[in-house]
């Protein structure tokens, strides 16, 4: 073999025994959830009743490690540590000096990183006594994850699917079936906010976990579950970074910029938290690049502001980036970038100036996409299509300056339950459907009262 | 964590270095491939129109060891070693003292264990200075390892695909045109085999070989791959079960009994030959058992005897267990398995007594699949379900007779793609469908003329 390594592997010991919880060490101070009927700071009460008290305490926790329990290393065990892989054929292919490492997520049985979540929010919500989980999903890989936890842990698990990515993946619907999961197209009948939204057929994420939220609000034996957004989920997926940490030491680099996809924030979290933690407190200078679909451009075209994280407004106001709960964002195959706002962390960062944005439309995406799977072999999932033609970009412009640039992106799953898309690329038929501004800003012209925030 | 182990990973430098060549340890005197004219043994020169000389020196090696060259093994790094899980859930939802391991293949670019033998052929293919490779494929798991490889070492790549899975798995198609290969649905009109045979309406791989084979003879520039069968095909394989006992070591632990699904046999073949030789050499009393599909129950059923290898009758003529090959098995969900006869060195250790082989329907495949998914997370192809299956009746009577069996079988592919077929099974729809003995019989009066085998 060549001496050329282009896969890092970490045996099962380096799986990490902690979290990263990169709230203490946030810039500025914290603006924290609040209910939206008193305008004060949300407490654990509020959260009560569609979570368990073990994701309540992590998600409003105050340390800078949480530990992981045990049955949940034992489950992450299955596909942990995923391996880390030097992609020296795509950096020949653009003749580029730059070094680009990849993470990827997409050997867990669900394809994708979203089991590092559904595993500790089913375990905790059993080890509470909950009988069944409601969750939404957009392009399926977090409700296929959680129906996977669910079956692991012996829950019930019930999903509401966004209509647009149901019609366009029903593979994604029998992967959850297959688990035991029961699936509803979203918006549905079975909800009040389903029926209320029932003319936007397409569905969104905001509309889904509005149904879910409402079932689970309604069941004293159902809780909640979200795959992104929250503290818990971005602290949850924060396995990644930190075995990214310790494999680009194995490749004895250091990244200058760490790029991911952002559609609520949690697989961005996961790879750059550990990585932020090192730059805030003045041991890197590593910058951090989120992409984001240009049909939903949240982070570059929102506004920073207290939303509602859901459609019907059902949830505390989080402090984000939105572009208003009620904004529906068009049927792009990326149904995981599909939400109008994003996680607070990443949206104070962003805010801070520590982690920069850029919009990418379907075409180029997928075009970076094809360009991946025909040089490193991996067939990459629409999301994280977004980061490669980033990483793409970033990579030319260390050509044309001639820059050892060290690029390290999150490859946050693959795209076998999206070959609609990939033929719709190939045959010439895929749209770059626009962004609506006019949409954008009926919806800003909807957002609920709330204290402004700096 | 718990200190019980459920998976076991190698370091890269423990990929195997030498594939296992069989053929020296068989027993009894070989009975070569014949060319269909002379009736004499077939040598290299009747395979030189279709396949490059190192592929042909590897098909007719007889020494026991073939060295894998660096350049293949570089590849091989992007995904092996892979790993060896110890289903300690399943073994406990069956409540059994067998101790059950399975090696995970699923985790390569294409799904399956097809890249092993598809880098090697495109390898040496490329080295001969041949521009395209023509193949067939079933289920499309073969297709897309090719069009994965032929990507790989910048050959272009023509696949007739079956096409009763071209419908069923239009996702596949799309897969391998991702990575740059050209589809066609078999039979077609672009062979004279393919309009010979357009009554077949949902091919047979037979068929499509012809279709690869025609092509491939018609054209200096193009050569022809298989994907099973042969003997080099079943010795790429052979890195498999080479990692599979070294991480049998690790665990502590020898096989009693191998198990595995066969189609053409190189899955199988892959698995247990490593350990087949131990057996040969009277350094093991492991069993083998081979589970194929009892709509076309080649072992179980079918004659062993001179056949051709492909429907037109254009390939030498192989020793084999056949159904007759004009017979067209029914389109059953687990296509890699649709194919009239069977590797010659596994057909002669199954002649020999050295391997059993048992037949399962589609339903009772995919129960056990589900079970399999619902408790060890993985979601295996509908080709492995079969192994499966089989596995959950050995394990059932290990319970019945108290014994601590410990069986070792091959996961040789994901089901991401195979969703359509879990949805049937799930909504009750799937089709037990039958074994036509009125076909077989008809098909196997049209055996070709050859010498009768012992």
Redesign the interface.
Known sequence: ??D????Y?L??SE?PTHWVNLMPDLPGDPSPPLNPGTGEPAGPDDLTPIFPMGLIQQEVATDPEVEIP?EV??VY??WRPSPL?RAR?LERALDTPAHIYYKYEG?S?A?SHKPNSAVPQAYENKKAGVRRLATETGAGQWGSALA?AC??FDLDCVVYMVGASYDQK???R??M????ATVHRSPSDTTEAGRTHVEHQSGSLGIAISEAVEVAAGDSETNYALGSVLNHVCMHQTVIGQEAMRQMEMAGEEPDIVIGCVGGGSNFAGLSFPFVRRRLRGESEARFLAAEPAACPTLTRGVYRYDFGDTAGMTPLLAMYTLGHEFVPPPIHAGGLRYHGDAPIVSGLVRAGLIDAVAYRQNETFEAA?RF???E???PAPEPAHAIRAVIAEAESARESGEERVILFGLCGHG??D??A??AY?SGTLEDIEFSEAEMEAALERLPEAPALA
């Open positions: 073999m060549s050329e390594p282009v896969k592997v045996p099962e799986i045990d290393r034992d065990k299955r892989f054929r050997g049985p394809g996977l079956s692991l029903p593979y994604r029998s992967m079936e297959t688990w035991g094809v799977a025909r040089t072999g991996i067939l076998h339950f070959m609609s990939y033929d190939l």
